[in-house]
């Protein structure tokens, strides 16, 4: 999958030093054309799914007296979109395949409305969101084209956040440092063992019940201030990462930003797999540093688990888990 | 244990339920001796508040004795009794350390929920939406207390339940409301709505020295509490007469100073303006019937505080910000910061300068907290506080 003939190492290094530079001030296009490149890939994988699952109800909704078949294919294609765009970090030409993909829809409605028996009201209405739809992916086309210079060509996955904890950097960077205590914060996390000095063998939970495991070395360490690792050679799961500790304005107490990079297993077709089935890399982290402020701070990691209820579980499926990501991920 | 569980819209039911645990290690467990219904359960009960699910354990007013604490918990013991404070509280955030107990910002651990309702996340509270934590609320036997050094007082022998357990909620939501008056010499203080909240924020607001008080309700019962309890000066009976115009002619057209919002999200308003808010909100166009919210605005005086107790929910209609902006009023509101007021207003108790049991028009088992729920909505019976013992 890997689209670069750098060594991929050097290129996830970079987001360590990229740290203060220029591109950030077009990070807001950028994230806004993705954002928008993203909703449309959601959308074709909805609407793809729709088709194939159910091509009578969707054809009848669209005004066609429908040939099923027909429906199922438009779907197998949407779906196909959906993928493209949302797992590359610049799906131009994945974008530019929905405007042609819109185009023939139009068609297929156009030859329907042309039947003696067609519903034209529902076939109008239909074309109508098509077109609304066209207009969304020509934009989007635009906007990623314009910006695609400024987006990395590579396939390692970056993830960053950022919280203020009402603790010394000193506590915090203690914490930290020693990795075994990672995994009371990382949810992901099954185990960190420390080797040496500047070794330590990390095992984590992936996708689907399954183990990655790798070894991991530091490679910068100013107490206080920064932690910075990465997988050492012999590694399948190929990462690095950063924590960095600032003091928080207003003498608040730390400002902890941490950056997470790496290749995911199964490359970055598997790591939108997994994102499907809800292992998605970004909402962990802001969840493991909530988890880590609550640590510091209040001394113990909030939890209903385990409580009274008038139900066979303490806590809410609905709410408590499926919510609470949902609510971080949107 | 038995416990007063939530099951859909006008639907509670006491459930056997398990026994609840200490968690972590700052956590106590409470064997209940008294807890009570609050008005803004009845939201709960209405089914307005989102994100409820089946089998949540109600009631985030109660107090009793202490049967096991955690590790960590130094300043309780088992056999303390103590009144719990209704927002979870770490006590050592950013927030916490400022007395905003109810802005703690590691206790609720569904604040993504919450922040995407309110751009931030409040406190955990006790059975009060998973939004809110989806803690197990006290309307039950036994409760489990986290941050039980923050959120539990102890309360001295002699003063008997009654009296204290509505520092857990009311009596210093009441206070708090008052208190963010800023009540000078000579201030007329108007209260919308006489139950439980209202009276404690018209008693706290003579505590603080107002001028005059005035209470607005459409209940006789709890006008005539208003005035013969509470201590409010002249009451009025909206259905009677016009808020605006009243207020007027009592503050010779100043308009009150401050205005306390004791309704919140669930108010009822005659005439067309109701009918307009009820549509929107049954029909989910508006989380919130705000006809308080307006008068208030409207009615107080230029360069006065509008103080909002009420509980509000989502997104509401139609408020009168041209009001609010070309008059310079000053708007204070928020969950309250219990753990603050707890001991300051024990003091009071202990002074005799108030006794909170005057609200409580009912006493009744756990086992009929349903029917409690029914008569306390309805206003059956002049049904003012409803106090349950397990």
Redesign the interface.
Known sequence: MRRQSEPSRHSMHRSLARDRDPWERNAAEVAQAQRLARALGWFSLGLGVAEVAAPGTVARLAGMNGNRGLIRALGVREIAHGVGILSRRKPVGWVWSRVFGDVIDLAVLGQAAAKPDANKRRIAAAAAAVTGVTVLDFKAGRQLAGVADQIEEDDSIHVSHRI?I?RPAEEIYKFWRDFQNLPRIMDHLESVEVIDDKRSRWVAKGPAGKRAEWEAEITEDRPNELIAWRSTANSTVENSGYVRFEPAPGG??TLVRVELNYLPPGGILGATIAKLLGEEPELQL?DDL?RL??LM???????????????AK???W???HA???L??A? | MKANCWYGKHDVRVKQVDDPRVLNRRDAVLKITKTAICGSDLHLYNGLIPTMEAGDVLGHEFMGEVVECGPDVKKLQTGDRVVVAFPISCGRCFFCEKELFSLCENSNPNAPLAEKMFGHSPAGLYGYSHMLGGFAGGQAQYARVPFADVGAIKIPEGIPDEKVLFLSDIFPTGYMAAENCNIQRGDTVAVWGCGPVGQFAIASANLLGAERVIGIDRFPERLRMASEKAGAADTIDYEESNVYDTLMEMTGGMGPDACIDAVGMEAHMPGIEGAYDRVKQAAMLETDRPHVFRQAIMACRKGGTVSVAGVYGGFDDKIPLGSFMNKALTLKTGQTHVQRYMQPLLEKIQNNEIDPSFVITHRMALDDAPKGYDIFLNKQEDCIKVVLTP
């Open positions: 203020i009402n608040r107490g802001k909530r402020k609550q701070e209040a001394g113990e990691i909030v939890t209903t688990e385990g409580q009274p209820a008038g139900r303490s806590t809410s609905k709410y408590d919510g609470r990501r609510a971080t949107f």
